[in-house]
């Protein structure tokens, strides 16, 4: 049986210097999942102007179905304009409102909802009263939920995200922004103590952090910490790189892969894409495989 996945959340133009590139963490995320063959539902909103014709055209030549994206006629596609000067650390200027601050609730969108296996969704598209109240309403008919936190100041509150976070299921943050959360209602320590301290605060499953180029790391259900080093590459930027962990850590897990094997399949898909330009480049299984394969061989040498 083919698992199913809705992805809820923004779709958009990353504004570069020299160039645009689609993304949003949602609609990256929902992409690599679609690439691994998985049965991919991703609901967003574009306005029907020339970008939002872009972004379709986009998806759909990426085989990425826009069956559920919205086209708006009163509010422009969503655009952010990326800074990679850090290329270790790419910041945000993302217009608002646009178009995804608009999805509205549809019951047949929310039938692929309550049908899907897993439902992910993040902090960003929730930063408007109309896309917050429509995801509230999905969440509610949800089974696994996943919530990819994106901090993106000033988007959010954090009551905004603590409620988000009561709703979940599994939670995949970025180390400074397990350490932020954490602060709200405690002394930080480190990322292990964080991740704890999170997972048991909102009855989570698992908690992921993702830590740039030092890897990343699995709290389990059953409170194992699981840690891979990451793997060393020339980053070119890492626009999508946490997108692309996600969706192969999702992938692997559903393929019955151990925590730690999948961890470090996930690792490698990340590396892979902070190696190239943007945060959908291509790469197959095949190209992790070898990515691991050398690194292993490094180890033992």
């Known amino acids: ?48 102007d020339d970008l939002g014709r872009d972004l379709i055209g986009y998806m759909e030549n990426n085989g990425l179905s826009t069956r559920w994206v919205q086209i708006g006629q009163t509010h422009l596609t969503g655009v952010a304009k990326a800074n990679i000067s850090d290329n270790h650390e790419v910041t945000y200027k993302i217009l608002h409102p646009v178009a995804w601050d608009y999805i509205q609730f549809d019951k047949h969108a929310l039938a692929a909802v309550s049908g899907s296996d897993f439902f992910i969704y993040g902090t960003l598209a929730s930063r408007d009263e109309m896309t917050r109240s429509t995801l509230l309403q999905y969440l509610a008919q949800a089974r696994l939920k996943i919530f990819d936190v994106n901090l993106r100041p000033p988007h959010y509150t954090s009551d905004g995200v603590i409620e988000l976070l009561k709703y979940a299921d599994v939670v995949k943050m970025n180390e400074s922004e397990v350490k932020e959360i954490c602060s709200w209602f405690a002394t930080y320590q480190d990322i292990p103590h964080a991740m704890e301290f999170i997972k048991e605060r909102f009855d989570l499953k698992s908690v992921i952090v993702t830590c740039g180029g030092d890897g990343a790391m699995v709290l389990t259900e059953h409170g194992q910490l699981f840690r891979h080093p990451g793997f060393e590459v020339e980053v070119e930027d890492t626009i999508g790189s946490g997108d692309a962990f996600l969706a192969a850590f999702l992938y692997r897990i559903n393929q019955g892969e151990q925590v730690n094997s999948a961890l470090e399949f996930a690792c490698g898909a990340g590396a892979i894409v902070a190696s190239k330009a943007g945060a959908l480049p291509a790469f197959s299984e095949e190209d992790i495989a070898l990515m691991i394969s050398s690194r292993n061989i490094n180890v033992l040498k």
């Open 1 to 48: 049986m083919v698992t199913k996945i809705t992805v809820f959340g923004e779709v958009l133009w990353d504004v570069l210097p020299s160039s645009k590139l689609a993304g949003g963490a949602p609609m990256n995320v929902a992409a690599h999942l679609n690439r691994y063959g998985l049965d991919v539902a991703f609901v967003s909103r574009v306005g029907s």
